[in-house]
């Protein structure tokens, strides 16, 4: 039987690169582009906020579950904003008011859960210099085994469980500690340097990104899946109007290939 290291999650297995295969002129600005950034808090309550090109909000708040971007454990929230002149509707969540004009310290006044505060936060505003800052649903993801002979299987979404019981089929032993269920539902690349995994359970994964060329690299902390801190390079493409993702991973030494295939979410 071969070990295999827990390489399963989206974050340790981007490292590879990829050409663009057709051109990217199908796809529109994002209708959120011009409100889209991050902002983190100097004091208070709110941890932590980023708006997506796509109109995702994140916020994060003092929980129990993740380190944040300055060390505080934090749950993440997700949903929908929509904006008026300078305040954000992050629906049942909230609101938040602050000027978009330029990046830099900003005052940011939120109402969440009744209780309004309002403090300096450091706003880094959205480039729009790339198609891919935008947010994906994945529709598919194709993995392949390269060990003397080549093998492969398709996968509607990406199921890490189904994963790994691939990999386990093929005679690699994976740690069973992968919950059912725990799909990938959407990639946010956004031009504020975040990269932003909402899964189908409701858990969510925050990292940090930049791009160059036809690559992206990442840095990502995930404990849940098995190890503690990854970085990584993933390569990404275009074709008619989909995002191509093609990564590569470790199965103790054996390359696996991982494609996924994305759709722009509306």
């Known amino acids: 039987m071969k070990k295999a290291l827990l390489f399963i999650s989206l974050a340790a297995v981007l490292c590879s690169c990829g050409k663009p295969i057709s051109s990217e002129d199908t796809f529109e600005n994002p209708r959120f582009i011009q409100y889209a950034g991050q902002l983190i808090p100097q004091s208070g309550t709110l941890q932590y906020s980023e708006f997506t090109e796509s109109g995702l909000y994140i916020a994060g708040m003092p929980g129990s579950t993740k380190a944040g971007p300055v060390g505080e454990i ?110 990938l539902s959407s990639v946010s690349v956004t031009g504020a340097g975040s990269l932003i995994f909402v899964y189908s359970d409701g858990d969510i994964g925050l990292g940090s990104c930049t791009v160059s060329g036809s690559s992206l690299s990442y840095q990502w902390n995930e404990p849940e899946m098995g190890y503690s801190f990854e970085t990584g390079k993933a390569g990404y493409s275009f074709q008619g109007n989909k995002c191509i993702l093609a990564f590569e991973g470790n199965l103790d030494g054996t390359t696996v290939a991982i494609k996924m295939v994305l759709s722009e979410m509306k």
């Not at 994906?136 to 093998?151: C, L």
């Not at 691939?166 to 059912?180: L, M």
């Open 74 to 183: 934090i749950q993440y929230f997700t949903g929908n904003y929509t904006v008026s002149g300078d305040e954000y509707s992050l629906g049942s969540f909230g609101t938040m008011k602050f000027s978009n004009a330029s990046a830099g310290v900003v005052d940011l006044t939120y109402t969440i859960g009744g209780t309004t505060e309002t403090v300096k936060a450091v706003l880094t505003k959205a480039t729009a210099a790339n198609v891919l800052f935008r947010s994906w649903t994945v529709d598919k993801t194709r993995v392949s085994i390269a060990d003397g002979v080549t093998v492969s299987a398709d996968f509607k979404g990406c199921n890490f469980k189904d994963i790994a019981d691939f990999f386990r089929d093929n005679g690699y032993v994976v740690e069973d500690d992968i919950p059912a269920g725990h799909s």
